[in-house]
């Protein structure tokens, strides 16, 4: 099992305790961006560094993904193509991503999508608070626990 980590547009409060789970339980990380950030030393959290094309780190994560491994992403199209391939997405928020809503989180996705571009609404989710940070924290070790019981 090994968690991927979407860095692009990943706050670094979500890495922050990313990185202190996977350490606790000597988890392998991929951290997978367009550009090098610095990462933990210890060998367990790899920085991958792709080119700076469109999508080029979701095209990674989802071309590298296994199953029964984790990705934490807001990109629902990617958590749609990893779930696709046997694996679990988490969002920043506490989110899961699985087979039994992924079609419905795509679905509204694309349609708050096509409303922003009409000009009916603008901006996108506020910054996240304590209650997003709990909530990311305890979906986090849940996923992790279940995933290395599998």
């Known amino acids: 099992m090994r ?3 979407d860095n692009d547009g990943c706050p670094r409060l979500v890495r922050d305790l990313v990185f202190k789970a996977t350490t606790r339980r000597k988890l392998k990380v991929a951290v997978v961006a367009n550009r090098y950030s610095a990462v933990p030393p210890g060998g367990l959290i790899e920085m991958i560094a ?3 094309a469109f999508d080029a780190a979701d095209d990674y994560i989802a071309e590298h993904v296994q199953i029964g491994d984790l990705v934490i992403t807001a990109d629902i199209p990617l958590a749609k193509r ?5 694996a679990i997405g988490l969002n920043p928020r506490g989110e899961v991503y699985d087979p039994a809503n992924i079609q419905e989180r795509l679905a509204m996705r694309n349609l708050m999508q096509e409303l922003r571009s009409g000009g009916e609404i603008q901006g996108g989710p ?5 209650g997003d940070k709990k909530k990311f924290a305890d979906g986090l070790d849940r996923l992790l626990t279940k995933l290395m019981n599998a």
């Open 126 to 130: 506020g910054p996240l608070g304590e």
């Open 3 to 5: 968690v991927w980590l």
């Open 82 to 86: 990893i779930v696709d391939k046997g």
């Open 50 to 52: 792709v080119s700076g």
